[in-house]
């Protein structure tokens, strides 16, 4: 599976962006999906994830301004009251169960897959 990720941009403070994050295919078993942010020269770190059970979480520092979704055909993020510190790099991420072989056994492992980034740039 490819991700790809769209809808940054320059945007001022308290302005919103909705980013994208398209599937190449179907994923079939779906484990969770999340973004991720990365600031200049800080460590990413995750912002939004949510379940297969339909739980979303969230940093602090974007909740109550960030709503995370998705469907079959990809993975959202609305980013509302944008803040100049929410400036960097997205990314999405997803996790799907599969099954490897091993020997002559299936047995259940988690297929990770990251998408480009995408950049955010908020002004004050």
């Known amino acids: 599976v490819q991700l790809q990720a769209s809808g940054g941009g320059s945007v001022q403070a308290g302005e919103s962006l909705r980013l994208s994050c398209t599937f190449s295919?179907?994923?079939?078993?779906?484990?969770?999906v999340a973004w991720h942010f990365q600031a200049p020269g800080k460590t990413r770190i995750m912002v939004a994830q949510l379940t297969n059970d339909g739980i979303a979480n969230y940093a602090d520092s974007v909740k109550g301004r960030f709503t995370i979704s998705k469907d079959n055909a990809g993975l959202y993020l609305q980013m509302d009251d944008l803040k100049p510190d929410d400036s960097g790099v997205y990314y999405c991420?997803?996790?799907?169960?599969?099954?490897?072989?091993?020997?002559?056994?299936?047995?259940?492992?988690?297929?990770?897959?990251w998408g480009r980034g995408t950049l955010v740039t908020v002004s004050s």
């Open positions: 295919e179907v994923i079939v078993k779906m484990k969770s």
């Open positions: 991420y997803t996790e799907e169960e599969v099954r490897v072989r091993v020997g002559g056994q299936l047995l259940p492992s988690v297929s990770r897959h």
